[in-house]
């Protein structure tokens, strides 16, 4: 057997293959990885380890990239020995595919930001990124608004070109234009039209080459020109066909393609320049090709797509033309029209409408799975659309670059090839072009250009085999191959050489032949008209500069005027380097750091005349007269000091020799001497006795000095100063002695201030003073500054000496402050660089007007305040958190970005990221891409641009989180807590590890810390700064919490500060009453107010935020983090990054996946989200789970189902009695609609999953549903009148719903919805309000909450004993409201509860949170369980919580079956307690057949369902039109348009064609409208009425008859287009309604009297009263405005029916129904309703129904006196039933048109 089987592998059998048991499986399952024999002997030890197959008998490397139809890898491909591997083209990563964690890492995923869509629409460009809302790209500048065929872009040159026509129709258009505009993602400005008259049906850019490719629908070109449209030649004619429909080039390969529908369909393709085309796929060589109506190319792998509408597939092929594999088929490609590529998916668009939508449809690229398609919110066909991202333009290099071609330099697979403009040719040197004036006659038929016919004529060799005859006798189109010809002479593909030159000596020859002065090169200066003499080839040829001039920026030549002349003239910076200063001359002396240059003779003079001292440096010392010179010649002390006993000089010399100089005699003292006095001695009395007795009166010197410590006499005056003032570069002294005697040289200083010391270096770079602006460098008896890049470092000597620092760090370009307005708003201020830098004073100013920014996208309308905000400044985006402003605010508490515009002045695209977070202070990081924020749940966060990936960081000891600051370069965040007791500054990692605080007022009892609210980082010096809104104070210190020191305390300053920035050398804040404000960062000195005005000069309301706006803010630097890092989150940390996963994940031991965590958690539902929250260990942060819809949850539909983990729940619509029921993931993907069920619009209601089953039940005001899982049937299971159903809990182990209604109790039926099992199991009364069954299966007890009380029931399954009792569990205090809870473990019960805080004694706010306790009953005595809090900060508006099960919550094994898991159900099989119904077969459970809403079982059948719907009701709810079957005894909607949010006047049906008509609008103006009810497209008709009340269709010709109400007139539309109207009945007083009777030929209609007229259906017959009014004494009719009235017409009896309302005094309104027969024209009322106005009415199967005016309820007619109540529609609602138009007239105009065309033959 072994033999046979591999007899048959070698062969390559085609057939089965036996297994050892005998069985057989195919050829491909032998060894294919799966189990396909029983005896699993398929895959024994014949078959090969993966990544092999077996040839020859032996196992060999599978080249898994190059199998034959397979692509393995998104871009490339790299076989290995038994594997493969995948790589990707710079700007994309590496990864997983979504979604598939165990893959491996095939996917290229682009990095940066995500890509545009791009759309042309009628005569608009649309843009959009999320497929929802479309923004219009405004078009400045643009002459015509003609049809847009098909657009294209340039992604580096900002450049968009789109081809336009003055008709929709492609073939017959007759104008149409090319046109260039700049693009700015908003607008598009400059446009000019750079091509007329052309045939344009699509549009290709060459972005390399900048060069614009298109072809023509009519007559078969291929076209090339410049981008400006200039140098236009035709490439390819004719033999392309003539129904050309596609065009894309691929610059990198030097190829182009196009596609054609036409006689011979094909894709062919050429190289650039046209040369070579060639055929890839043709349908005439017996290739599947029909209609290719929409091409692509994948730029990175070289593969060409496309897609055949014909036979609806999708293709691949490399540029050979090999397809791969027929990818995908019957997709929605029928009308597919255009298509484009991005990362790993392909994306086309229809030209038609499906499912009453545009659609963009999506598949995997690889293999066509993956297929998703979204309805577009647009009105008109999509005629062109491209993906808009900078990778889907790879850059590459230009062969053309410095070609010599005369007009067309076009690209080529192996260079490049000169082309001519149409009507020349290239001359033999391949470069240079002749003009075609009559190069071909029979004188001159030159055959290198033409071709002699057989006549003797002489015509162009391109003619020649184009498919046209222009020779007399053919011979043009003889002989020729069938296929593509060689038109074009071939191209030289060699680079060109020099640049020949026409021009005169001295003189540069632009690219476009222009002649300009040779200095006009490369001077910085555009002189050619193509910008040729500043192009950088040619500026950086020579590398030299006249002898006048120097080179600048290695490009330009200055003159050297500008050298070294103190203002940066280069960009880079070059003419300021390596500068000597200027040149003093020999008389003066340079100083060293300002190269200022001085007299020579204050050099040595012992006075700082330079501002760095350097004038004093190396002075030989000179002492004066009074001074005594040491033997050092390095010191000076005062004469005095000689000989007195105590050594000054520091080698004593003073003391030396002084046996010659008497001493005084005791008692007495030396007086200082004074012009040679030496020798004079006087009493110690005579010293400082205010007498003058020394010579000079030098006894009275320094006494006022010996009155207080630490004062010193100055030299040679009687003044005194402190001993720190001595030397301290500051003259003290009237005689400036204070800086001469002694002094250390500038730069160096005594520590110890100590005359005896040595002068030592002083480190200027210690002191906090702001020596330098950035950077200090300290030198011997000096220092240097420096600033980082994009800083001009500026000597602030030349100031005036108003700089605190001697040097002056400038940012490059104007700074912006920007602040928040109202909250709600941004307005930012200009200053201009260089302004604002220096103050002499404190100021209040207005330096300039602030600008609003203006803001698009969903914000916009959102009506929200903005608590902070931060930018991406390099990226142009702006993130920034949100709280609700306004009560009709849509969203509220989030976190959104946007793009920025250019200059700020605009905000667009912006769209929430993180919903549901109170954010107080957020910081970007810009290098890494994320986004820090402080949240209301006291904790710090981070989340990714994307808002995908969010986790808590910090979230203990902190009590107010206030402001946070990054520096990512170092790893470090900064925050600041200004609770009561937690207040501190403190710091960690940015991975929130390595946390400690700075400085506290708990462990030092800092009294210098209170409220630390406002902080900032000045990130060249790595100081950080904080203001103290408490103790009024500006401070700074480093970031390790050294060096602290106070700026500023000035309390008349400091107000109450919000917010800080730094820049440059100021500190800018921003006050509560919304002021700017600003001071020096080292002093706190020249204080500025910045008033806050618009440009109109008003003051601005008042808001929080505050940024400085300026690239050198956000430093560039290298990422720490990349995406291939970490699965989920990565975060700098110094020296390193940390990976991290969001919250609800841990990190795996691998440090790089994340794993989700599955137990102990529970989701909280709010009417706003779901939120997730661990429980064993609590979590800090509630986690939301986003909709995609961005639509909140509203009532209590919700559930969750732990053994599949999906979460369901419900969104409302716009109609507020329609809901959506949906699912998600638990993370929040994945999210699905099931159902839009249409709900009473008072009732909240319930949901619960049987996941036994794979049922969905829900239950609301009176009927309980249930549906598939998978959203595909659903049906009404049980009606109650009068019962509002506020929860539903499903036990499918027992077979039973629990039901808690509203003011009654608790009930319970089979899952079935029998009636007969409905049954009251617990009576609470009117007042209750019963919530939260929660069902516990360990104890078998039913827990619900009833208020603020917690009962359970033991359950019984039999109740022919008494009913079980509730027994109360928990009661919790008054005020508190139960809202849900659930069972925890076997021990523990939890609930949400809503409890209100008193606020003041008339007004209580109200506030959730989860509690839980133990789930034990108190009994007597006993002390009751401590309730436990887990936390406060849910928020309001909660109404359910479910705890994921710690152990498995299945049935026991005798109740695990499901008795349907074997039926014979035609739909839906439900379990059921209800005797006498099928049994399964083996668990003996029951179950019934049920089916889709409206549906009924046929006739004596149990399992199947009705093929259709024979009886229904149509009627208007407060938007749309909804329709309910009368087929079953539940009258619940089964179908509805989608989208139609407005009210619906009035509505008839055409029952034969499955139509609906109706009319809505505004006042003054109605449109008319029709629905096709199968595909749900919405069809407006031209006509249009003053106001629209009433229609009827007439459905045996076709027609509709309107009654405009206001115009009094009655208008007959035929509903063939193009619905030609006429006004056929005029001057009416106010008609209100319209039917028509087709067989009696007459129309009857309503008046506002309630008279009733009549006419022919053409209106040509006189107008007959059938019903007059005559009103009586006491009855008033309603006027229009609150009237309302419908008829119809029972056509078995000829009888017409209306409704008509009236007051009667002293009884109120009465709402009648009456009818008239139309043959005896007598009227009878057939229905009278007391104090119930109606609205309206219509008949089927002989039984009237009709609803109310006021509550729009829907009553049957029957024995009942008012009716039988069916169910609530909604108010004014119009009714019109599927029987109303009768099949029983042939046609009367066909039978004239036959008569008239048997009269004309």
């Not at 290198?448 to 004529?457: F, Q």
């Not at 050092?632 to 000091?641: G, M």
């Not at 078998?1340 to 509730?1366: C, E, Q, T, W």
Request: proline fraction near 4%.
């Amino acid at each position: 057997m072994i033999v046979f089987i591999l007899l048959l592998v070698r062969a390559g059998y085609p057939y089965n293959l036996y297994c050892d048991n005998s069985d057989q499986v195919t050829h491909d399952q032998w060894c294919d990885g799966s189990y396909d024999c029983a005896d699993r002997s398929d895959e024994k030890s014949l078959c090969c380890v993966a990544g092999k197959h077996r040839v020859d008998g032996e196992c060999e490397d599978i080249d898994e990239c190059s199998r034959a139809g397979s692509l393995v890898c998104s871009q490339h491909c790299h076989n290995t020995d038994g594997s493969f591997g995948c790589s990707c083209d710079p700007g994309f990563s590496l990864n997983q595919k979504p979604h598939i964690p165990d893959e491996r890492e095939t996917y290229c995923k682009a990095l940066g930001d995500d890509p545009v869509f791009l759309t042309s629409i009628d005569n608009k460009i649309m843009r959009t990124s999320d497929l929802q809302s479309f923004d219009l790209v405004s078009m400045v500048g643009v002459e015509d608004s003609h049809h847009i065929y098909d657009f294209d872009y340039d992604y580096q040159s900002n450049l968009l070109f789109w081809c336009s026509g003055d008709t929709q129709d492609l073939q017959s258009a007759m104008h149409k234009n090319l046109w260039k505009a700049s693009y700015d993602n908003s607008q598009l400005i400059e446009a000019a039209k750079i091509a007329d008259g052309i045939d344009c049906v699509s549009i290709a850019v060459d972005w390399i080459n900048k060069k614009v490719y298109w072809v023509t629908a009519n007559s078969g070109q291929l076209v090339a020109s410049n981008y400006d449209g200039t140098n236009q030649a035709t490439l390819l004619w004719r033999n392309v066909g003539w129904n050309l429909r596609a065009v894309a080039v691929s610059p990198k390969s030097g190829y182009i393609f196009w596609s054609n529908c036409g006689a011979d369909p094909h894709i062919g393709r050429a190289n650039m320049d046209g040369s070579h085309p060639t055929f890839l796929i043709k349908e005439s060589e017996g290739d599947q090709i029909m209609e290719p109506t929409a091409m692509t190319v994948d730029q990175n792998t070289n593969h060409l797509y496309w897609i055949d509408a014909h036979y609806r597939t999708l293709h691949i092929m490399d540029f050979n033309g090999n397809d791969f594999s027929l990818q995908r088929s019957n997709i929605h490609m029928i009308s597919a029209w255009r298509m484009s590529l991005f990362e790993d998916s392909v994306y086309w668009v229809d030209s038609v409408m499906s499912e009453g939508a545009y659609r963009m449809h999506h598949a995997s690229k690889l293999t066509g799975d993956d297929y998703y398609d979204t309805s577009l919110e647009i009105e008109a066909q999509i005629s062109g659309f491209r993906m808009y991202h900078q990778l889907l333009q790879p850059a590459h290099s230009n062969a053309c670059t410095g070609n010599k071609c005369q007009h067309l330099c076009l690209l080529t697979p192996t260079g490049y090839a000169c082309q001519c403009n149409n009507g020349y040719l290239l001359i033999d040197d391949e470069r240079s072009c002749r003009k075609l004036d009559s190069p071909c006659t029979a004188n001159s038929c030159d055959p290198r250009y033409c071709i002699m016919c057989g006549t003797g004529d002489c015509i162009l060799s391109k003619l020649k085999c184009d498919g046209d005859i222009d020779c007399y006798d053919g011979t043009d189109e003889q002989n020729c191959p069938y296929g593509f010809q060689e038109i074009f002479t071939p191209m030289s593909l060699a680079t060109t050489t020099d640049h020949h030159s026409n021009c005169m000596a001295r003189e540069f020859q632009c690219l476009s032949g222009r002649c300009i002065s040779e200095k006009m090169k490369c001077d910085g200066t555009v002189d050619c008209d193509d910008s040729s003499d500043e192009d950088p080839r040619f500026c950086v040829v020579n590398n030299q500069c006249n002898r006048e001039d120097f080179l600048c920026d290695g490009t330009k030549c200055l003159s050297l005027e500008k050298r070294c002349d103190g203002t940066r003239d280069c960009l880079d910076g070059t003419d300021e380097l390596n500068c000597d200063g200027p040149q003093c001359s020999d008389s003066q002396f340079t100083c060293s750091q300002s190269r200022q240059c001085i007299d020579g003779s204050r050099r040595c003079d012992r006075n700082n005349d330079c501002p760095d001292g350097s004038d004093e440096f190396s002075c030989p010392l000179v002492c004066r007269e009074t001074e005594f010179s040491c033997d050092n010649e390095q010191h000076c002390v005062l004469l005095s000091s000689k000989c007195d006993g105590a050594a000054d000089c520091r080698d004593g010399s003073d003391e030396r020799d002084c046996a010659k100089t008497p001493l005084c005699p005791e008692g007495q003292r030396k007086c200082s001497p004074t012009h040679g006095d030496d020798d004079v001695c006087r009493p110690e009395s005579d010293f400082c006795n205010n007498v003058d007795d020394c010579p000079g009166g030098t006894d009275e010197i320094g006494c006022d000095c010996q009155k207080e410590p630490d004062m010193i006499p100055c030299p040679g005056s009687r003044d005194c100063i402190r001993k720190d003032q001595w030397c301290d570069r500051t003259p003290d002294c009237d005689n400036s002695a204070d800086e001469r005697e002694g002094c250390c040289p500038h730069g160096f200083h005594r520590p110890n201030q100590n005359l005896l010391e040595e002068c030592v270096d002083e480190n200027e770079c210690d002191r906090q003073d702001g020596v330098c602006s950035q950077h200090c460098a300290n030198t011997e008896g000096g220092f240097t500054c420096s600033c980082d890049e994009g800083y001009d470092l500026v000597d602030t000597t030349k100031q005036n000496g108003v700089f605190s620092s001697l040097s002056y760090c400038r940012a490059r370009g104007d700074m912006n402050i920007v602040i928040t307005v109202r909250a709600d708003s941004l307005y930012h201020l200009n200053v201009p660089s260089g302004s604002g830098e220096a103050f002499d004073s404190d100021t209040a100013r207005s330096s300039g007007n602030f600008k609003s920014v203006t803001m698009s996208g969903e914000y916009e309308k959102s009506k929200l305040l903005m608590a902070d905000f931060d930018f991406d400044i390099r990226n142009k985006k702006l993130f920034w958190c949100s709280t609700k402003h306004y009560a009709d605010s849509t969203y509220e508490r989030a976190i959104w970005v946007a793009d920025l515009g250019d200059n700020l002045e605009t905000l667009k695209n912006s769209k929430m990221i993180v919903n549901n977070i109170n954010c107080d202070s957020m910081a970007v990081d810009w290098i890494n891409k994320l986004v820090y924020f402080t949240s209301d749940t006291n904790s710090i966060e981070v989340v990714d641009y994307e808002g995908q990936n969010r986790r808590a960081l910090i979230w203990t000891g902190l009590s107010a989180p206030r402001a946070i600051e990054l520096d990512p370069e170092a790893g470090l965040l900064f925050y600041t807590d200004w609770g009561q007791t937690t207040a501190h500054l403190g710091r960690s990692n940015m991975d929130g590890a390595d946390r400690r605080s700075l400085i506290n007022n708990t462990s030092t009892n800092d009294p210098q810390i209170k409220w630390p609210n406002a902080l900032t980082i000045d990130h060249p010096n790595k100081n950080l700064y904080w203001m103290d809104a408490g103790v009024k104070s500006i401070e700074c210190m480093r970031y390790d919490g050294s060096a602290r020191y106070t700026i500023s305390n000035k309390d008349s300053a400091l107000g109450f500060p919000w917010r800080m920035r730094v820049f440059q050398d100021r500190v800018y804040w921003r006050e509560r009453d919304g002021e700017v404000k600003s001071a020096n960062k080292f002093t706190g000195n020249q204080f500025v107010t910045e008033r806050v005005v618009s440009a109109l000069g008003e003051k601005l309301a008042v808001g929080m935020g505050l940024r400085i706006y300026h690239p050198v803010i956000q430093p560039e630097s290298t990422p720490r983090c990349r995406p291939d890092l970490c699965q989920k989150l990565c975060l700098p940390i110094p020296n390193g990054y940390q990976c991290a996963c969001p919250t609800g994940h841990s990190l795996l031991p691998d440090n790089f996946n994340c794993a989700y965590k599955m137990e102990n958690f529970a989701f909280v539902a709010t009417k706003e989200m779901i939120v997730k929250t661990a429980l064993e260990p609590l979590e800090p942060v509630l986690q939301p789970i986003m909709f995609k819809e961005n639509k909140y949850m509203e009532g209590t539909f919700w559930s969750v189902d732990f053994h599949e983990n999906w979460v369901y729940y419900n969104t409302i619509s716009e109609n507020i009695s329609q809901i959506s029921i949906r699912r998600m993931l638990f993370d929040g993907s994945d999210s699905k609609i099931l159902y839009k069920v249409v709900v009473n619009e008072k009732s909240d209601g319930g949901l619960s999953i049987d996941w036994l089953n794979e049922k969905i039940y829900w239950s609301s005001f009176e009927t309980v549903s249930v549906g598939e899982l998978d959203g595909s049937v659903h049906t009404t299971l049980l009606q109650k009148e009068g019962f509002d159903f506020r929860d539903i809990l499903v036990d499918p182990c027992n077979g039973y719903i629990y039901l808690a209604a509203l003011g009654r109790g608790i009930y319970r039926c089979s899952m079935d919805g029998d009636i007969s099992s409905f049954v009251e199991i617990v009576r609470l009364g009117e007042d209750s309000m019963p919530s939260g069954l929660t069902l516990d299966r360990d104890i078998g007890a039913l827990f619900f909450a009833n208020m603020n009380s917690i009962y359970k029931l033991k359950l019984k399954l039999k109740l022919r004993d008494s009913p079980p009792v509730p027994e109360p569990i928990i009661n919790r205090p008054e005020r508190v409201n139960i809202n849900s809870l659930d069972v925890w473990g076997r021990d523990w019960i939890i609930w949400t509860e809503n409890y209100n805080i008193s606020a003041t004694d008339y007004k209580y706010e109200k506030r959730d949170r989860l509690v839980a306790r133990e789930k034990i009953v108190h009994k007597n005595g006993d002390e009751e369980p401590p309730v436990q809090i887990i936390r406060e900060d849910i928020k309001k508006d909660t109404f359910g919580i479910k705890v994921s099960p710690k152990r498995d919550s299945g049935c026991s094994n005798h109740l695990a079956a499901n008795p349907c898991s074997e039926n014979q159900c035609s739909h839906m099989c439900l379990q059921s307690q209800v005797e006498g119904l099928e049994m399964h077969p083996d668990n003996q459970k029951k179950y019934r057949c049920v089916c889709p809403t409206g549906y009924a079982l046929k006739e004596n059948s149990t399992t199947q369902c009705a093929d259709e719907i024979a009886q229904y009701l149509v009627y208007n709810p407060d938007s749309g039109i909804q329709t309910v079957s009368l087929d079953t005894n539940f009258l619940t909607p089964i179908k509805g348009p989608p989208n139609m949010s407005f009210k619906v006047t009035t509505f008839d049906i055409d029952a034969k064609n499955n139509l609906v008509y109706y009319c809505y609008g505004y006042p003054n103006k109605y449109e008319v409208r029709g629905l096709f009810d199968e595909t749900g497209n919405v069809t407006s008709l031209p006509i249009y009425t003053s106001r629209c009340s009433g229609m009827s269709v007439e459905w045996v010709t076709n027609k509709l008859y309107i009654v405009d109400t206001t115009g009094g007139l009655i208008l007959v539309v035929n509903l063939d287009k193009p619905y030609l109207t006429k006004s056929i009945v005029h001057a009416l007083n106010n008609p209100l309604d319209i039917v028509v009777h087709p067989r009696k030929g007459k129309i009857y209609w309503i008046l506002e009297s309630h008279s009733i007229m009549s006419t022919n259906m053409d209106g040509t017959d006189l107008i007959e009263t059938i019903v007059s009014v005559n009103k009586g004494p006491e009855d008033q009719t309603l006027t229009l405005d609150d009237s309302t009235t419908q008829m119809f017409i029972d056509f078995t009896t000829d009888h017409l029916y209306w409704t008509e309302n009236v007051h009667k005094r002293g009884t109120g309104f009465i709402g009648l129904i009456k009818r008239v027969d139309l043959n005896t024209k007598q009227v009878e009322t057939v229905l009278e309703m007391l104090q119930e106005p109606l609205a309206g009415a219509t008949m089927i199967n002989n039984n009237i129904y009709f609803t109310d005016l006021a509550e729009g309820r829907l009553y049957r007619k029957d024995g009942a006196a008012n009716g039988t109540f069916l169910l609530t529609t909604s108010s004014e609602s119009f009714l019109l039933s599927s029987q109303s138009q009768p099949q029983l007239l042939e046609n009367p105009c066909e039978r004239i048109m036959e008569a008239v065309l048997i009269s004309v033959s």
